[in-house]
């Protein structure tokens, strides 16, 4: 799994300098988690990721942002708590989910918004 900085995260996911709109610049749709080192429920989901990003290998990409380091990225997405995971579709709107959620609601909500069509 990748760790995204705002360079990075501008080339791969959305460069909001250069957009006001939401324009995704990934190949592939991806979920994207802000983390921090500290935060306990966000140490719960790193392993359920990891599994994720095995089983959707070549599907989507999973991305991980660590807000203490990226203050500008979780600015920008007006981040108040975390874990909070974006959900990043090829086309449409990207939906942002809250908290540590259980795998098989991360996996629904990868089938539902990211692999929907």
Same mark, same amino acid.
């Given at each position: ?27 592939? #749709?991806? =979920?994207?988690d802000?983390?921090? @080192? ?5 140490? %719960?989901? &790193? ?18 942002i ?11 997405f007006?981040?108040?708590?975390? #874990?909070? =995971?974006?959900f990043?579709?090829? @086309? ?5 989910? %809250?908290? &540590? ?10 089938e ?6």
């Amino acid at each position: 799994m990748e760790h995204l900085t705002k360079e990075t995260f501008l080339d791969k996911v959305f460069n909001y300098e250069q957009n006001k709109d939401w324009k995704f610049e990934g190949e592939l #749709p991806c =979920l994207i988690d802000f983390y921090a @080192d500290w935060c306990q429920p966000c140490k %719960m989901v &790193a392993p359920i990721l990891e599994e994720l990003s095995k089983e959707y290998e070549g599907k989507i990409n999973i991305y991980k942002i660590d807000t203490e380091a990226e203050t500008e990225l979780a600015g920008a997405f007006g981040i108040r708590s975390i #874990p909070s =995971l974006l959900f990043c579709p090829k @086309d449409g709107q990207p939906q942002m989910a %809250m908290g &540590a959620l259980p795998k098989d609601t991360m996996k629904k909500a990868i089938e539902d918004v990211l692999l929907k069509n």
